[in-house]
């Protein structure tokens, strides 16, 4: 521990605040207000520095020294131009005893949907029918494997961006003529009133949030869905307990885990997200307060 106290990084890649995706600054406003005892800083993957001999080696971000920290969060590394320094950065915290989350960054667990699902399945977390092809297959393997309605969805996309129930041969093949380069997730459509977001923090769901379409389809509150928090005693059991498997089988440490119900009372995973949005969503300060504490719980840990 440092002599004033813990002190926790969080790391961004730079196009991620650029493009609006994070909010550094908002970030670490929301974890001071939510957490007094630790000072929060931030950095970009970008400004890493590194000097190596072979009988020494250092690693700094924005001018620090990486040990000046008791606890790292590589909070947006996927992009490819970043996972180098992530992957460097998260040995050297292994080599230097500083904790860091998330463990995937040294896993390497998941950089796309295909690597989702098949997690999913080893991890055995129940999912929907899944395809993933280039947009000029989606008929055919379409009809091969699914009926109609399906979702079709952008295999880069998030956030319900680029995000379809295809009901017919037609919609399918407009889809197809406007996304010809594109990868596609094709997936069974769960019939549902909404979703759940499954808010996992180490081994334990703090928080769980239902969202609601006004459409009634995408359940995604940046498409415009309602969301309110549900009491965890009224959660279902099986369900956070699959979401904390999934969480731990991607190596994730904070997640967001998407999961529905059918009519038949079966959930379904959706998607284990790196990352999930804190800042500038609904109920930033309750996340805020979720993963401050587990840096806290995790900086307490640290070994000089």
């Known amino acids: 521990m440092t002599s004033n106290g813990k002190k926790a990084l969080l790391l961004f890649a730079s196009e991620s605040a650029e493009s609006g995706a994070s909010d550094p600054s908002r970030l670490v406003e929301l974890l001071g207000a939510a957490r007094d005892d630790v000072l929060f800083e931030a950095g970009y993957f970008e400004e890493a520095e590194y000097v190596l001999s072979n009988d020494h080696v250092a690693a700094y971000v924005g001018g620090w020294l990486l040990e000046e920290f008791d606890a790292i969060y590589f909070r947006y590394w996927g992009l490819p131009e970043v996972q180098s320094h ?79 129930l295809v009901e017919s041969v037609d919609q399918l093949e407009s889809i197809v003529a406007e996304y010809a380069d594109k990868t596609f997730v094709l997936q069974q459509y769960i019939a549902n009133e909404g979703d759940y977001r499954v808010f996992v923090t180490g081994d334990v769901v703090p928080l769980v949030i239902y ?92 070994q000089i």
Do not use: W
Request: aromatic share 10%; hydrophobic share 40%.
């Open 86 to 164: 992530a992957l460097a950065l998260a040995r050297y915290c292994r080599l230097k005893n500083i904790p860091y989350i998330d463990a995937e960054v040294f896993r390497r667990g998941s950089y796309n949907k295909i690597n989702q699902y098949l997690n999913l399945f080893e991890a055995g977390v129940p999912f929907p029918s899944t395809i993933v092809c280039s947009a000029g297959r989606m008929r055919l393997l379409a009809e091969q494997y699914l009926s109609f309605p399906f979702v079709a969805k952008d295999a880069r996309a998030s956030r319900g961006n680029t995000n379809f």
């Open 211 to 302: 969202r609601q379409s006004k459409s009634g389809y995408l359940n995604n509150t940046s498409q415009g869905a309602s969301a309110s928090l549900v009491p965890i005693g009224e959660v279902n059991l099986d369900m956070i307990e699959d979401a904390i498997r999934a969480a731990k089988f991607f190596g994730r440490d904070i997640a967001g885990v998407d999961m529905v119900f059918d009519t038949d009372g079966n959930h379904y995973c959706f998607e284990v997200n790196r990352a999930p949005q804190i800042e500038h969503s609904s109920f930033e300060a309750e996340k805020a307060e979720a993963v401050a504490a587990l840096l806290s719980r995790i900086a307490d840990n640290h």
